[in-house]
């Protein structure tokens, strides 16, 4: 485990932590209580390619609805603060205090994003990642009203289009993404993917 506030290679900066995701890396907390972290790097990645994203046919006539007014980057701490609230089946959460500085952190240098869904003035679902070259690292999401996470993921993959990404890694999959058209893929064939999904930019703002 790694502790942000180690000494030598074992802090934590942004800098080091962008380094980690270009390499297949990314950071977890066993819980929210604990202050250290480890790295993690899955056999097996989920992703959602973005040419074969699919919105369940309800979930479209939704957005179509425009029930929530959707932004980005419009309260990345809210949201981040969401996600690591105990949920309906997630009693724990692996976002801690460490987490939480440095994905603000990044948030402040244009790295580390968020989609938001609002009724009125209420922050009611949302979604956080990091992006770096051409590739999205989707975080975690949230939500309090009935698909606003969802609709979240709708905005990002049509963003994400929009702005030339070719990489969606979810980390990875649950049914619930797969209903999306998350899959999992060998190390290998994600490093492969990661690799050429760092040649060249894409702006998420």
């Known amino acids: 485990m790694i502790g942000r506030d180690g000494n030598g290679e074992g802090r934590i900066t942004p800098q080091v932590l962008l380094k980690a995701y270009s390499v297949g890396l990314f950071p977890m907390a066993e819980d929210a209580g604990d202050p250290t972290l480890y790295w993690v790097e899955p056999e097996m990645r989920g992703i959602i390619p973005l040419d074969r994203f699919h919105v369940p ?42 987490i939480l500085s440095l994905y603000t952190d990044l948030h402040r240098l244009g790295h580390a994003h968020s989609v938001e869904a609002w009724d009125d003035d209420q922050l009611v679902g949302g979604l956080y ?36 990404f070719a990489l969606l890694d979810t980390q990875f999959t649950t049914d619930h993404l797969r209903r999306f058209g998350a899959v999992d893929v060998p190390r290998a064939e994600y490093e492969h993917m990661l690799a050429e999904a760092l040649v060249g930019t894409a702006r998420f703002d």
């Open 57 to 98: 046919r309800s979930l479209a006539k939704t957005v179509r609805q425009a029930r929530y007014h959707v932004t980005f980057n419009a309260a990345f701490g809210p949201v981040i603060r969401a996600c690591a609230e105990p949920a309906p089946g997630r009693r724990k959460t692996w976002i801690n205090a460490t």
């Open 129 to 164: 990642g990091v992006s770096l070259g051409r590739a999205f690292f989707g975080e975690s999401m949230f939500s309090r009203r009935p698909d606003a996470s969802k609709i979240c993921l709708v905005h990002l993959v049509e963003r994400l289009k929009e702005r030339g």
